[in-house]
């Protein structure tokens, strides 16, 4: 959705790049007006921000581009997502905007990646919750073996097993020779 109009439906659910909802353009415009003494420096700025921001939700995770002079782009897949956190300010509740910031377990306070401008940010939660477990899966799952209606025991489990029965092994063998 290249138009700038992101509140029609759930954008992310198209796999296109999409934009923020256009109400944050007037939360940039206000957030820059109250800025006062700095308004010819923030509003700029702000506005730059806007129009440059891009976001993509794929198969494979997470991607957003913004930046004018100083471009920044984030690629974060689905699988290094630990959190997923909506933020609504009372300006932003006025506006009918959220934003929704996506952790990963890099060991940094901030979020990886900040979608901003969200109508439905519950949704894209959930959204974002359900591919990281769908993520998850994928990545556990082993089809090496058919499966033949048993759970298959654990590597470690059977190592166990292995270690216990020969100490026990070793023990008889002593009370045998006496």
Avoid: C
């Amino acid at each position: 959705m290249e138009d700038g109009r992101a509140d029609a439906g759930r954008p992310w659910e198209s796999r296109d790049v999409f934009r923020p909802d256009t109400a944050l353009r007037s939360y940039y415009i206000l957030m820059g007006v109250l800025s006062l003494p700095a308004i010819f420096i923030t509003l700029p700025i702000f506005l730059a921000r806007y129009h440059t921001l891009r976001y993509r939700l794929d198969e494979h995770g997470v991607w957003m581009r913004v930046g004018l002079l100083f471009r920044k782009e984030s690629n974060l897949t689905y699988r290094r997502i630990q959190d997923v956190h909506v933020t609504r300010g009372l300006i932003q509740r006025w506006f009918g905007i959220s934003s929704v910031a996506i952790q990963t377990a890099s060991g940094s306070a901030t979020a990886e990646i900040t979608i901003e401008g969200v109508r439905d940010a519950d949704a894209l939660r959930d959204f974002l919750y359900a591919r990281m477990r769908g993520a998850k899966d994928d990545h556990e799952a082993t089809p090496e073996a058919p499966s033949t209606g048993e759970p298959e025991p654990d590597e470690a489990l059977v190592l166990l097993r292995e270690v216990r029965d020969a100490l026990r092994a070793l023990n008889e063998k002593p009370e045998r020779q006496s």
